[in-house]
């Protein structure tokens, strides 16, 4: 059984930062794309950033320059490095990683923006 952890959330005021930790742990032979999603109330569920095991990146377009995603391999972890942030980031964040060829999701941690 795998298990996907996040933590890091928690309330930040517009323009602050927050960095958000994933960790994957159980029987892990390989761990290939992981990612951070997100999903505000009344909206659905959104890819933020995505790594690959190779460490190459992509983000969505409204956190480009402000968020960095990096992993520790060593660790079966990633991390969300998230600067200047604004009111309309805030959401539940999820971690997804593709772990022994099958897809798993964290429980989500709360991120909220607000002064």
């Known amino acids: 059984q795998v298990q996907l952890v996040e933590s890091g959330g928690g309330l930040a005021q517009p323009g602050g930062s927050l960095r958000l930790s994933c960790a994957a742990s159980?029987?892990?032979?390989?761990?290939?794309?992981m990612a951070w999603y997100r999903q505000a109330p009344g909206k659905q569920r959104e890819l933020v950033a995505e790594?690959?095991?190779?460490?190459?990146?992509g983000y969505t377009g409204s956190v480009k320059g402000r968020f960095t995603i990096s992993r520790d391999n060593a660790k079966n972890t990633i991390y969300l490095q998230m600067n200047s942030l604004k009111p309309e980031d805030t959401a539940v964040y999820y971690c997804?990683?593709?772990?022994?060829?099958?897809?798993?999701w964290g429980q989500g941690i709360q991120v909220t923006v607000s002064s």
């Open positions: 159980g029987i892990i032979d390989s761990i290939y794309l």
């Open positions: 790594i690959t095991d190779d460490e190459r990146t």
């Open positions: 997804k990683a593709n772990i022994n060829y099958g897809w798993s």
